[in-house]
Every structure is written in C-alpha cells, then in structure tokens.
C-alpha cells in the first residue's frame, strides 16, 4: 500500500475527478519506490513494521549465507571451469543481493512527513511532465530527503 493516500495525491494535484485515477495510483508506487532507492533504506508504514523487518533481518541473512555456502561447494564439484565459474557467480550474486536486502531492512526507517512530502513531490514532478525530457526525480525530493540517506558501501 502507498505510503501516500490517493486522496491527498490528488488534493496535490489538485485533480478533483476520478478520470486519472488509475495513473495517480501508479505515480504513488513509482514515487514510493524512487524514495526507497534514493534512501538505500527500506521504508515501513510504521514503527511495528520497522521493527518486525530488523528482527527477521539477521535470520533472513543467515539463511542466505547457509544457501551460499551450499551453492558454492556445489560450484565446485562441477567439472568444468566455465560451468564452476558461472555456478560461483551466481552464488555471489544472489548472496549480496540478500546482504543488500539486509542492510536496506535493518537501515530501514518509518514513513514520516518529510518523506511524504518527497513523495508529493514526486508525483507532481510525474504528473506534469508526463515522461516528457527533464521529468524524473525532483531536486526539491532530494534536498528533502538527504539527511535521512542511508550511506550504502561502494
């Protein structure tokens, strides 16, 4: 669900009819995902949610590393050098994205009005542009959100 109800979208928007309805509520979850990104944090609807995500966190990890120590020692029982090298790829793969998906959990933060705000803005920078040249994610949602960032390993 939205972190943003579809009818304070549209009090932004200042659309006052249904018809665009169904592409206001695309833009809410475009939005919410560009602030989730722009964050490198998840972002939960509420403290209960923020904290069962930091519990699960540290299992959910340590399940993927036991599942990547299991496909790598089955990479190397494989015979030939290109289907281990593959195998071990995807292994690291799939492993760091479930370290990504860790760290975004226990970094995440609850939904407040500033990122709000940012979401609004967001939306408004979708509605008007359209997909036209210069549309994407506004400086004034970035200026918003910057102290709440997430500084993720390079």
């Known amino acids: 669900m939205p972190f943003v109800d579809s009818t304070t979208a ?4 200042r659309v006052d009819n249904s018809v665009e309805d169904a592409l206001i509520a695309i833009w809410l979850v475009v939005a919410d995902q560009q602030v989730t990104r722009f964050l ?3 972002v939960y609807p509420d403290g209960m949610a923020l904290a069962a995500a930091i519990a699960a966190a540290p299992a959910a990890l340590a399940a993927a590393t036991a599942h990547y120590k299991a496909a790598a020692t089955a990479a190397d029982a ?3 050098k290109v289907d281990r090298d593959a195998a ?3 292994a ?3 492993y760091a994205l479930a370290k990504l998906a860790s760290d975004m959990a226990q970094a995440g933060i609850e939904v407040n009005d500033t990122l709000k ?3 609004l803005l967001n939306i408004g920078d979708l509605y008007e542009k359209r997909g036209a040249d210069g549309a994407g994610f506004p400086a004034a949602s970035r200026n918003l959100l910057m102290p709440y960032r997430h500084a993720m390993g390079v």
Not at 10 to 13: E, S, T
């Open 10 to 13: 549209k009090l932004h928007l």
């Open 92 to 94: 690291d793969d799939v």
């Open 40 to 42: 490198n944090r998840n």
């Open 88 to 90: 071990k790829r995807y």
């Open 78 to 80: 494989l015979t030939e």
């Open 117 to 119: 705000a940012a979401i």
